[in-house]
């Protein structure tokens, strides 16, 4: 007895002295985060009362029930730090402060999301967490905090992966289970090194409300939807359930064309991208609502194997991408880049392909029949049994589910 109590002291004492085990939250963004970010339709044009408009209208629309569930405020909500170096929001902009805006959406059934930055001044000049990690994490468990962007302006001489890494310890110590979304451009390469450090990395500069083309700031460039999915190429590896390549939040609703909006929602879905809303969803259209609110086409990317998707061939402007899916399922998507329409013809007796990364194959030569439906327009449209010709729209896609 006397041993078993002097072993037991002793192992109390080890574990005593070991520092808490630092590490990110596992087990959270099991598939790729979803949910709004005021960032790119009201920049730092942000309030509580908008913030709390947009949590009803994600409810009333019916988009929180489709899975967008985090509402995430971006820059601009910072007031200045207190005199014992706590951050404080903008009295102005919201009154009640951040804790009381938190329990507003967490009574909706929504999850809070904030933003904060490795540098000493946030991208829009606020006050950053560079020193004030450790405080800034109690600050946010305290407000109750779900999800935190962060970001990488004003980091002269700072190493990304001990910046971001403070600030998982932080949020680890906080003991306030948070999405780490990293948000350095893909400037250090983070896919190589975060799926220990958070749950999605940016993999690009910002995306910019244009389907196709570079907007020039001078010393930098946001990039348009074509250009984001080009730079996702050889990054597949990488993602998986608990870490994903994030291409940057949706332009979905802030003026692109029907056909254009659900090119980039698509090719996203493809991409097993997290599924951040960037629109106004007090205000959207019809037309955006059918686009953001098609489950056939959120469920390819929140499929629980989390899959990225990738592009299997391209001839004449128009590519097609292939994603596997649970139950040997695959989505086929065909997608035009150019602006007129063209027409595609494929003989599935002739197609076969093993994605080595996966290890799963989709072989339409054989015996196995896969039945295919059309996720836009929401039909079954026959088996594989059948020449598919088509037409496509330009900046648009044809999207295919088979299944066995
Ligand atoms: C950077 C980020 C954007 C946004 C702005 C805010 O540019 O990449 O997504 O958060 O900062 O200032």
Same mark, same amino acid.
């Given at each position: 007895m006397k041993n078993i109590s002097r072993i037991f002291l002793a192992a109390l004492l080890c574990f005593a002295i070991l520092p808490v085990q630092a590490q990110k939250f596992e087990g959270l963004a099991m598939t790729p985060p979803m949910g709004w970010n005021s960032w790119n339709k009201f920049g730092c044009d942000v309030n509580e009362q908008k913030i709390r408009e947009v949590a009803d209208a994600i409810v009333a629309s019916g988009l929180k029930d489709l899975g967008y569930e985090y509402v995430v405020i971006d820059d601009c909500w910072h007031g200045e730090r207190d005199s014992l170096g706590f951050i404080t929001a903008n009295a102005e902009h919201f009154p009640s402060g951040i804790k009381a805006l938190a329990d507003y959406i967490h009574s909706k059934g929504l999850k809070f999301g904030i933003y904060s930055c490795a540098g000493n001044k946030t991208c829009g000049g606020k006050p950053a967490s560079r020193g004030h990690e450790y405080q800034d994490a109690l600050t946010y468990a305290k407000w109750g905090v779900d999800y935190l962007k962060y970001d990488w302006c004003d980091t002269e001489g700072l190493n990304a992966v001990g910046a971001y890494t403070t600030m998982r310890d932080a949020l680890y110590a906080a003991g306030r289970p948070v999405v780490f979304s990293l948000c350095e451009w893909g400037n250090n390469k983070p896919w190589l090194w975060a799926k220990e450090v958070g749950h999605l990395w940016r993999t690009t500069g910002d995306v910019y409300n244009c389907f196709d083309c570079v907007k020039n700031w001078g010393t930098w460039n946001s990039w348009g939807v074509m250009q984001i999915l080009d730079m996702?190429? !050889?990054?597949?590896?990488?993602? !998986?359930p608990g870490h994903w390549n994030d291409p940057d939040m949706m332009e979905v609703g802030n003026g692109m064309p029907i056909n254009e909006e659900r090119a980039h929602f698509t090719m996203w879905c493809m991409l097993a991208a997290p599924l951040i809303a960037g629109n106004d969803v007090r205000n959207m259209t019809i037309e955006t609502f059918s686009v953001l609110s098609n489950k056939e086409v959120i469920d390819i990317d929140q499929d629980s194997l989390g899959i990225q998707g990738f592009k299997y061939a391209s001839k004449d402007s128009v590519e097609t991408w292939l994603k596997p899916l649970k139950n040997d399922q695959w989505v086929v998507c065909f997608l035009n880049r150019s602006t007129s329409t063209k027409n595609i013809e494929m003989d599935w007796k002739t197609f076969s392909v093993t994605d080595s990364l996966s290890n799963r194959i989709l072989d339409t030569t054989g015996k196995q029949i896969y039945k295919i439906s059309n996720l836009w327009l929401k039909k079954n449209t026959g088996d594989t049994r059948k020449v598919l010709k088509s037409t496509i729209p330009g900046h648009d896609v044809l999207c295919l589910k088979l299944s066995k």
């Open positions: 996702q190429d !050889g990054l597949r590896e990488y993602a !998986g």
